[in-house]
């Protein structure tokens, strides 16, 4: 697993060993960031349920200005924490441990761009995006990518958000919105 563009393209990006975390595909990775091309930059960037920290990461390279990361397991929390150092990124990146769902709304600045990842099977998409859309605060035009099982799209959709675009890869869902304006 590797930074695919940018200021860190090439670095090679750690993973806690076992099955603690579901990286994001590269193909997946890269469809995701030839989407958001024009809103990476200079963006604030919320990457829930990190894993790896690898869609934060990838964000910093191609010229986000600033990353928090959310992550539960202490494993994955440590390679975040040397993925970060690796590609020389301490200056722009922040690491809260501990629940996301807990620490969400704890967060104070608005957000351009949202990703949100859970383990498919802990029941914590739903809760997740409650919190996103109810309580985090999210930059005009701020898009969420939500990367969830085919269950989880489902979900999604039937939800007033307003969808901008969605993408299947195999079994993962790739969902893009932002919140619905109500007039």
Do not use: H
């Amino acid at each position: 697993m590797r930074i695919i563009a940018g200021q860190a393209k090439g670095r090679r990006l750690a993973a806690p060993a076992g099955a603690f975390t579901r990286p994001t595909a590269g193909r997946v990775k890269e469809a995701i960031f030839s989407v958001l091309a024009a809103k990476t930059a200079g963006a604030v960037v919320l990457d829930a349920f990190a894993g790896t920290g690898a869609l934060g990461l990838e964000a910093l390279s191609r010229g986000a200005e600033r990353a928090v990361f959310l992550e539960k397991t202490r494993a994955a929390c440590e390679s975040i924490r040397g993925n970060i150092r690796a590609c020389g990124f301490e200056d722009k990146a922040i690491l809260f441990p501990g629940d996301s769902l807990r620490n969400m709304p704890k967060l104070k600045e608005p957000f351009d761009l949202v990703f949100i990842d859970p383990p498919y099977t802990k029941g914590l998409l739903v809760p997740a995006l409650r919190l996103v859309f109810g309580t985090l605060l999210l930059a005009d035009g701020a898009v969420v990518v939500v990367e969830t099982d085919a269950e989880g799209a489902e979900y999604l959709k039937a939800l007033p958000l307003d969808i901008l675009k969605e993408s299947r890869y195999g079994d993962t869902w790739v969902i893009y919105c932002c919140k619905m304006e109500v007039e």
